[in-house]
């Protein structure tokens, strides 16, 4: 059974960081593609960044530079390190098997507020 469970988020203020964490279970996350995709409020889900077994790290513009996705394989585990928080960047947080996040996880709340 496939299972994700993201935490890590919280309240930050602007300019702030924070590493969001993805613990993945039932599939073999070394040979998975993996995605984070967020969920603003009012808003749908829109991808953020893959990870991609092949073709390596990409991210949707608006965050390139600040976010840092990666891997630990030996934990199964996807991160999301986010630096230069804004508060358009406040959203619910998923890690996901898909680039629409239809296979995601429970989400993890980050909200960037002075």
């Known amino acids: 059974q496939v299972q994700l469970v993201e935490s890590g988020g919280g309240l930050v203020q602007p300019g702030g960081s924070l590493r969001l964490s993805c613990a993945t279970s039932g599939f073999n996350f070394s040979n998975t593609s993996m995605y984070w995709v967020r969920q603003a409020p009012t808003k749908g889900l829109e991808w953020v960044s893959t990870i991609d077994i092949r073709e390596g790290a990409t991210y949707r513009a608006s965050v390139n530079d600040r976010f840092t996705i990666s891997g630990d394989n030996a934990k199964k585990t996807l991160y999301l390190q986010m630096n230069s928080l804004q508060p358009e960047d406040t959203a619910v947080y998923y890690c996901?098997?898909?680039?629409?996040?239809?296979?995601r996880g429970q989400g993890t709340h980050v909200t960037v507020s002075s």
């Open positions: 996901a098997l898909d680039h629409e996040g239809n296979s």
